[in-house]
């Protein structure tokens, strides 16, 4: 027996040895050519062959038939502008976090990848997926740096930019949207700034009518688009929370908090009274299809200017309201980012790409919405609004970006029923929206990465019943919740955490 | 059995038992042997740019948030009495369906049923939750329906823990029944048909040719899967514990196993290093079992052994 | 009763028809559910009887993937290519090990248990293959990685070979001149179609229902290799992805229904309900082995 294992010991070490030949030999960072002088735009070399950029499209499983038009499309641009060309590669959004980290590791062929969708900008660093940036776009990415400019805090980790936010209008506050029609139909008055209560009055008058006011389903994530915005810390809150991070600066356990247990007393309440369906924890219908099947009144979502075109549904009108007064928090500002992957063989050509999407208005909406004509149709007597239907796109297989959004939102073409005026209706709810107090702080949570993962798993057992209203007793789950969360940790986190923000905030303020 | 007959044969005359077995032994080493030097990443702060080589070493820190919970224990227990319990019940089932549908004449009765009790090792664990959720469900749910027509009322499956112990090991026995069975009943095939003539000359009955020949012949493959089994004692079927009772949270007490509680923890950030971590955990508690199980086997019966 | 054991079969015959009943019974359901009219299913859950049919959970998977026909004939390659090449270096490992004189026999039995028990993971399984095999994008990719050989299965054939075939037989092979490779293929392999038949299906089943492979190693390069499970994966992928992120942005008109997953479990399941019987001759035949020794 000892033999043996002596033996395989020594097979071991063999296929040790020589994974390590075949594998990842320490690779040199991708020459960028960054050798122009810091702050000097670098010029483009046309005498080279035209590099072929590569773009991640993150979209659901569907065909973008017409996808090589868009390619042709796009490179005839580019490569007169910037000498490249360029590949679009669709991504199936639940692939999107895979693909991404093995192509790196597998030092695939990969230049402009998508950040935040999937998987959190600070993870992805963490990880050393992403290139830091900063060089590239003193050098090439004037125009990107421009747009994104107030949101420029946000988009660093450790004060380093590794990448850029694809939607830089990052405002966002609480809202509902519900159908229209049937609030007609009860006679429901839907405004903006509803308050609680006059909420459970609405979804007493559904219940009266046999509708569900709305469901949660089984979700673990924070309710908190409902009715106010806040500052989370870690994925779920696992690293406390601010709760008005407008003008407080103080981190606290969010799940401790008074304005939690309202929230979820109330949701307690509504599901006592009939209001949420019984079997929501267990049924695993999505909520989309709640409310396209009309089972359901509304639901809670954030509320952006183009929000409702999400919601929209050819059986009945669709209305939305803002519950809250918007903001903008750094989570917010990187939900969506565009970077550049750390395996990328010609940063330069990608940062030039990215530069281009988000100052050439031709290269941004063949990006988001193809080529005129075959995948979108101007609507007439408009000047920028533009629809799908009538046209090969109606399916949404023609070519169709169902997650990404490429470059400044106001030289985009608009998407009916959204109008001419939705450009102003942005720029006003962002000039409209306050900065958290902590725009631009993010916490290292690699020290606590043990706590996180038992916090992670704490908040999967207990939100979805508290969230659900399904708890016997609001008070005493949420005192087991908190002693649980407790036990792992939390509060060394939070402390930790507020420590940090202080730091920052006296070094930034 | 023939040990005694064993004779020494010079090196060369192996040589072609050697060939046989290279194909897979080469795919062995390849495909399992070789990724094994990611087995260091449960101990690195792993970086995709850097690889598994270059990434930095963090000693244990990624076991941590294993024994960070308060529910350590409780998900250890649960993975570890499912398992066991299961491996003996699988056995016990197996070889009496094995038995079972071997008694049974006629071609086509015994391809139907073959084919009926293989249907659920068919399907996904996401499509069984589905179905065991339209039995079970408390609106709707065909079983809850006919129990409360039956008896008055029925019980909320999804909210009282003390039913799952049994829905699991049901839902389990019953997806997996096919493939026990068919595994033993190729071993009873191989079974010389003469000694049951012999033993059926001798008067023996029915049961008394099972207890007698049937039996013992499976032995050796019992043994020998649960050996086996027992490498996998703390790993669990994830669709199973975590689909199937729809991820309720008031079910965590009998649902939590090592699995689940890894893909709760690491869900929103996959964190490579701290699944590496959970993984070797496992697979390091799973071959000490199999070596005591083996052990302990060849000193009963050394042919038995697995090495 | 004795002897003749009637009572037995009829015994077993009841316990099998209840095994089958259970067994049939949610297939059943399953399959009533694909044609379940979804806005049915939301209100009243699934049924036997349900008050309204539709083709629309099928409608939907055939618009989504106009490439099925396509991904049934890979899946068909990919599965039959796997499986051969696997029973055969499965059956000559097992073989190899069976023996029980040979020398170093212990090792090389804790060498293939072994791989059961520690894996390196996927990043470095995945590094391998793609740098050094450059798998990806091809059908090796498919075919290859984790699926070729089990050593769960070697040792099931190395068991048989082992205890099922009397070891009489290959000395007296031997004795009359055959060559090892001879005795394998005329004695060995004639003599274990039950377990071959099992560990074929077993490779069968697992093939095909792979959608890993394709996940990891076909990207939008090579998606004319998709196999069905691959494009029902992903869309299944979708719902659950949907269902999670209640509140991310994508259009109403794109969303599948909660019946199509149902459809998507028939689609899968169903060819290999159709092949399952050709396997099956193999264990209804037994072994003959009286015949051979005689």
Not at chain 1, 183 to 202: K, P, S, V, Y
Not at chain 2, 33 to 38: I, K, N, T
Not at chain 3, 45 to 56: A, V
Not at chain 3, 243 to 265: E, H, K, Q
Request: charged share 15%; aromatic share 12%; net charge negative.
């Amino acid at each position: 027996m000892k033999k043996a294992l002596a033996l395989l010991l020594a097979v071991l070490m063999l296929a040790t040895l020589l994974a390590g030949c075949g594998g990842n030999t320490n690779p040199e960072t991708p020459a960028a050519d960054t050798s122009a002088a810091d702050g000097e735009p670098a010029a483009i070399n046309f005498d080279e062959e035209p590099y072929e950029v590569s773009i991640q499209f993150v979209g659901l499983f569907e065909e973008n038939k017409n996808i090589a038009n868009v390619e042709a499309a796009l490179s005839a641009i580019t490569k007169e502008k910037i000498n490249c060309t360029v590949d679009i590669v669709p991504v199936f959004i639940g692939d999107l976090p895979t693909t991404t980290s093995l192509g790196v590791a597998g030092d695939e062929k990969l230049d402009i990848v998508v950040a935040g969708l999937t998987s959190p900008l600070d993870t992805m660093v963490n990880n050393e997926i992403l290139l830091p940036l900063d060089d590239l776009l003193e050098t090439r990415g004037q125009g990107v740096k421009a747009v994104t400019e107030h949101v420029a805090a946000a988009q660093k980790i450790n004060g380093v930019t590794y990448a850029v936010s694809g939607y830089p209008y990052a405002a966002m506050s609480g809202g509902f949207v519900y159908n229209k029609t049937l609030a007609d139909q009860f006679g429901i008055d839907m405004h903006d700034g509803m308050t609680a209560e006059e909420l459970t009055a609405a979804a007493a008058k559904c219940a009266e009518n046999g509708v569900y006011f709305t469901t949660f389903g089984s979700s673990s994530q924070l309710n908190y688009k409902f009715l106010w915005g806040g500052d989370y810390f870690g994925t779920g809150g696992a690293f406390g929370g601010i709760l008005n991070p407008a003008e407080s600066t103080t981190v606290v356990n969010v799940f401790d908090s008074q304005e939690y247990r309202d929230y979820w007393k109330m949701i307690k309440s509504w599901n006592d009274a009939g209001y949420l369906p019984a079997d929501q924890l267990t049924d695993t219908t999505s909520v989309q299809e709640y409310f396209s099947q009309q089972h359901i009144f509304g639901t809670s979502t954030a509320f952006t200017p183009n929000q409702i075109a999400v919601w929209l549904n050819p059986n009945f009108e669709t209305g939305i309201i803002r519950t809250g007064e918007p903001s903008i928090s750094t989570a917010g500002a990187v939900e969506f980012m565009l970077g550049i992957a750390a395996n990328c063989k010609r940063p330069d050509k990608a940062m030039d790409l990215i530069n281009l999407i988000y100052t050439d208005a031709d290269v941004a909406n063949l990006l988001q919405y193809g080529v005129e004509g075959t995948d979108y149709a101007p609507v007439e007597g408009t000047e920028n609004v533009i629809t799908y239907d009538g046209t090969e796109n109606a399916d949404h297989n023609s070519y169709y970006a169902s997650f990404v959004h490429y470059g400044d939102p106001t030289m985009l073409k608009i998407v009916a029923p959204l109008t001419d005026s939705f450009y102003d209706e942005l720029k006003a709810f962002e000039n409209e929206a306050k900065y958290s107090q902590t725009f631009g702080y993010t916490f290292d949570g690699t020290p606590f990465s043990a706590e996180a993962g038992a916090i992670g798993s704490l908040l999967e057992q207990y939100l979805p019943a508290l969230n659900a209203g399904q708890v016997a007793d609001v008070d005493a789950a949420v005192d087991e919740l908190v002693a649980a969360l407790n036990a792992a940790g939390m509060q060394d986190a939070i402390d930790a955490n507020q420590a940090a923000l202080d730091a920052w905030l006296a070094e930034n303020k | 059995m023939k040990q005694d007959k064993k004779k020494k044969r010079n090196f060369k005359q192996w040589i072609p038992f050697y060939l046989m077995g290279l194909p897979g032994l080469i795919y062995l080493f390849i495909n399992n042997y070789l990724p094994l030097a990611g087995l260091q990443i449960a101990f690195k702060n792993f970086s995709y740019t850097k690889g598994m080589w270059d990434s930095p070493w963090v000693g244990f820190k990624n076991f941590k948030f294993l024994f960070r919970t308060a529910d350590s224990w409780i998900m250890i227990r649960n993975t570890l009495c499912y398992n066991i319990a299961w491996i003996i019940l699988s056995a016990i089932v197996g070889v009496t369906a094995a038995i079972l549908i071997n008694e049974v004449v006629g071609k086509l009765k015994k391809k139907f049923y073959m084919t009926a009790i293989l249907l659920p090792y068919l399907m996904s664990m996401v499509v069984i939750a589905y179905l065991v959720y339209a039995y079970l469900s408390p609106t709707a749910g065909l079983f809850t329906k006919w129990l409360e027509r039956l008896t008055g009322t029925a019980p909320a499956f999804y909210q009282e823990s003390k039913w799952w112990p049994f829905i699991l090991t049901f839902v389990n026995q019953w997806r997996n029944l096919g493939f026990g069975m068919i595994l033993y009943m190729s071993t009873i095939l191989g079974i010389d048909p003469s000694l049951y003539e012999a033993a059926t000359l001798d008067g023996a009955t029915r049961w008394q040719q099972h207890k007698n020949i049937t039996i013992p012949l499976l032995i050796p493959t019992v043994v020998m899967l649960l050996i086996l089994s027992l490498g996998q004692v703390f790993r669990s079927d994830f669709g199973l514990f975590y689909q199937v009772p729809m991820n309720q949270g008031s079910l965590y007490g009998v649902t939590q196993t090592i699995d689940t509680y890894v893909y709760r923890a690491l869900l929103k950030n996959n964190d490579v290093g701290m699944s590496s971590a959970a993984s070797f955990v496992q697979s390091v508690v799973g071959f000490l079992f199999i070596v005591g199980a083996n052990k302990i086997v060849s000193k009963l019966d050394k042919s038995s052994a697995l090495f | 009763m004795v002897n003749t054991g009637k009572g037995w079969k009829i015994a077993a015959n009841i316990v099998m028809i209840l095994c089958s009943f259970l067994a049939l019974a949610p297939f059943v359901l399953l399959i009533i559910a694909s044609f379940t009219d979804e806005t049915v299913a939301l209100m009243n859950g699934y049924s036997y009887l349900p008050e309204k049919w539709s083709l629309s959970a099928y409608e939907y998977i055939v618009s989504q993937a106009s490439m099925l026909g396509r991904a049934y004939l890979m899946t068909i390659l990919v599965t039959a290519i796997g499986t051969s090449v696997g029973v055969i270096i499965t059956a000559l490992l097992g073989y190899m090990l069976s023996n029980r004189n040979l020398p170093g026999r212990r090792l090389l039995n804790l060498y293939v248990v072994f791989t059961m028990l520690f894996n390196g993971g996927l990043v470095p399984t995945y590094i391998m293959y793609v740098k050094t095999f450059a798998v990806k994008n091809t059908i090796f990719g498919l075919i290859v990685p984790n699926l070729l050989m089990s050593a769960f299965l070697v040792m099931l054939v190395r068991n048989y070979f082992e205890n099922s075939i009397p070891q009489d037989l290959y000395e007296a092979a031997r004795i009359d001149g055959a060559s090892e490779f001879q005795t394998f293929f005329r004695v060995a392999l004639p003599l274990s179609t039950p377990i071959l038949a099992t560990i074929g299906m077993m490779m069968g089943i697992a093939y095909w229902n792979d959608w890993q492979n394709g996940l990891y190693y076909l990207n939008d390069a090579g998606k004319n290799l998709y196999t069905i499970q691959n494009i029902l994966n992903n869309i299944n992928d979708n719902i659950a992805f949907l269902a999670s992120n209640a509140t991310s942005g994508v259009n109403l008109a794109d969303l599948p229904t909660t019946t199509v997953r149902m459809a998507i479990a028939v689609v899968g399941i169903l060819p290999i309900l159709v092949l399952y019987p050709f396997f099956q001759k193999y264990f209804a035949k037994g072994i003959t082995m009286g015949a051979v020794k005689g």
